[in-house]
């Protein structure tokens, strides 16, 4: 692995993971970088976490992840099948930290 890539693992509807080589030196979000890598989210606000259709549920990792944002928190709240672990992907920045990160599109 370079020094630039981590690996963020999805998880699939059949419970098998896909290991995934992220940059961390582009300045992405999990939620372009998924994107990128074809997995079917919406992000109908192209990022700006006025819509839930990014959400995600952290598998492992949380604790790497970023302190949630007040505007974050508020649109998760709005979800009916709400998760402790979910979190909006447009509002993870891919990082060095992260590497190791499991996710699952939120609702699969």
């Known amino acids: 692995m ?3 890539n981590i690996t963020v ?4 509807p059949d419970g098998t993971l896909t290991a995934l080589e992220a940059p961390v030196d582009m300045g992405l979000s999990l939620m372009e970088f998924l994107k990128a890598c074809e997995y079917d989210i919406l992000a109908t606000c192209g990022g ?9 549920d952290v598998l492992e ?3 790497k992840l970023n302190e949630m944002s ?4 508020a649109m998760l709240d709005t979800l009916p099948d709400l998760l402790p672990n979910s979190r909006l992907a447009c509002q993870l920045r891919l990082s060095p930290e992260m590497d190791g990160l499991v996710v699952k599109l939120h609702g699969e």
């Open 2 to 4: 370079e020094d630039n």
């Open 9 to 12: 693992s999805v998880q699939n």
């Open 48 to 56: 700006m976490a006025l819509c839930a259709t990014c959400c995600v």
């Open 61 to 63: 990792g949380e604790e």
């Open 70 to 73: 007040d505007d974050e928190y």
